[in-house]
């Protein structure tokens, strides 16, 4: 029995302009079946913006990723202010476009994109203290800008994001939607996802082998 | 490889305000883990009303049912008047307050609840068709208002939602979170979830159940 304290950090609720949904509901539900104590975060700030997931309309409103992130976890979910690397053994990010909207403007500016600071601090604190470090999706994208050059991942096999990654000094790995990559130096463990994936039962193979390896880790 | 057509009806995104998201994502996990075809859908109404998930307050805004359930399933979802028994096997509602708020006003009236007449119809079509009804979480106290007296169903093991379920004509059975209740005659399969569960790993059991059973008998 693990009892494992893991940080899951959200962006927002929903694919298009959030968390995505069954990525971070597949994460959590792989970290309780290992006995995981889990506390989820998400930034107090505004989404870039809201979007009708039916149409891919823009909607005329202003959302807060905190509390549109609590819809995922029943309410729980604390600001990312708050995270600190000193409580927990392991870090996971789930996908969905709030990364790269919310968490990052990697959506907007590519490899000129800017992180969000308070993300940026956690990842490498939790980084420095040699914890492991899980991104699915989308996420590893971000790795180069907050770990520097050199780290190994994947977001599956799209040529075009893959080597935006390699243009960030980061070292894409080309990976099937039912597998992981695993960086053992810097300790971080990647899985495409919803990158990949072409029905639900498809991501959860590879974010189950990327939870099963994250908490083996830590 | 069974290719059932299956259809799951959501209620907005989100537990308090919205159909319970885990719930949700586990039952159309484990339905496409058994190979099937499932369509969502969710009624083109607005929200009874919309929470702050992390303070329970209410929130100055409206929202609509459907576009919030899109949420969910990554934009696909159609609208619940489209929905025709004649192009499922099964049908599947999963919890949350969006049962008792936005397809029923249960959480305000109790017994002396209404039940949206899209989602009753839809409802009666399965019975009438003779194909199994599964019903999750809080969704079960509504069936004896959709199809009158005699069903077996559970909540789990709350007196006052059981009481409530008896006194407008249904047979309520306690059920443990990892366990289902089956009523044969009526071909309705019910689950407590979060009626019962204090972590996802245990709704997931009870869940999958509940979908291999109205798998089974379609």
Do not use: W
Not at 121 to 145: D, E, N, S, Y
Not at 185 to 196: F, G, L, Q, R, S
């Amino acid at each position: 029995m693990q009892n494992k304290k893991v940080a899951v950090v959200l962006s927002g609720c929903g694919v298009f302009d959030g968390t995505e949904i069954f990525e971070a509901t597949l994460t959590l539900l792989r970290l309780d079946q290992l006995n995981c104590n889990v506390q989820c975060f998400a930034p107090d700030i505004m989404q870039h913006h809201v979007l009708d997931h039916r149409t891919g309309d823009l909607m005329p409103e202003q959302r807060n990723v905190l509390t549109e992130a609590a819809r995922i976890n029943r309410g729980n979910v604390h600001a990312l202010a708050e995270a600190n690397a000193n409580d927990f053994d392991a870090l996971i990010i789930p996908g969905g476009f709030g990364v790269a909207k919310n968490l990052s403007t990697f959506a907007f500016s590519g490899t000129d994109c800017e992180v969000n600071a308070e993300f940026s601090r956690l990842v490498q604190q939790f980084h420095q203290q040699k914890k492991p470090i899980g991104m699915i999706c989308i996420a590893p994208t971000l790795l180069p800008k907050i770990l520097g050059p050199g780290v190994s991942c994947t977001i599956g096999h799209d040529a075009a994001t893959a080597g935006k990654i390699d243009e960030m000094g980061g070292l894409h790995i080309g990976c099937d939607v039912d597998n992981i990559v695993i960086d053992y130096e810097h300790k971080v463990i990647t899985t495409p996802a919803y990158m990949e994936a072409t029905r639900i039962s498809e991501a959860a193979v590879g974010i189950s082998k990327l939870v099963d390896k994250v908490i083996d880790l830590s």
